[in-house]
């Protein structure tokens, strides 16, 4: 499978020292460099590759600015320009556009999923992972979504 990352996956991935996960569940993974540049000093896996995004994709960025970052609009483009399988993205604003576009979306909280249905991670890691996420390094999620990712890894066992 292929995807191509926003950048919050990849931070957040990174500060649970889960970035490897990535390469575990998809072949090719991708970023463009408004990604990369988002990204500063974070060092990511070689096997993340650095793609620039077309001529049109760049227009079409141009195009949308406005709510959404350079990072998720050139994310969108190259997910689209790749034929991608997913892209990965956090914020709900650019999950509903890249849907509107076409693109199967899945956020670093789906990549950890991902991972765990593969038999990557385990339950407690993943369970630590949420706690970790939304706890420690401020990622938002629902307490409905919480409560519902949590009983899921519970009926597993």
Avoid: W
Wanted: net charge positive; glycine share 6%.
């Amino acid at each position: 499978m292929k995807l191509v990352s926003n950048t919050s996956p990849l931070i957040f991935l990174s500060k649970l020292q889960a970035l490897p996960l990535l390469h575990k569940c998809f072949e090719e993974i991708y970023i463009p460099q408004a990604v990369q540049h988002e990204l500063g000093d974070l060092i990511v896996p070689k096997t993340i590759q650095l793609k620039a995004v077309s001529m049109a994709g760049q227009q079409f960025v141009l195009g949308a600015m406005g709510r959404l970052h350079a990072g998720e609009l050139e994310a969108m483009a190259l997910a689209q320009e790749l034929q991608a399988d997913y892209i990965c993205l956090d914020d709900l604003p650019a999950r509903r556009k890249a849907q509107r576009l076409g693109l199967s979306v899945i956020g670093t909280v789906g990549v950890l999923q991902l991972a765990y249905r593969s038999g990557h991670l385990p339950a407690q890691t993943f369970h630590r992972y949420l706690d970790n996420l939304t706890q420690t390094h401020g990622m938002y999620l629902s307490a409905k979504i919480l409560l519902k990712l949590k009983q899921a890894l519970q009926d597993a066992h």
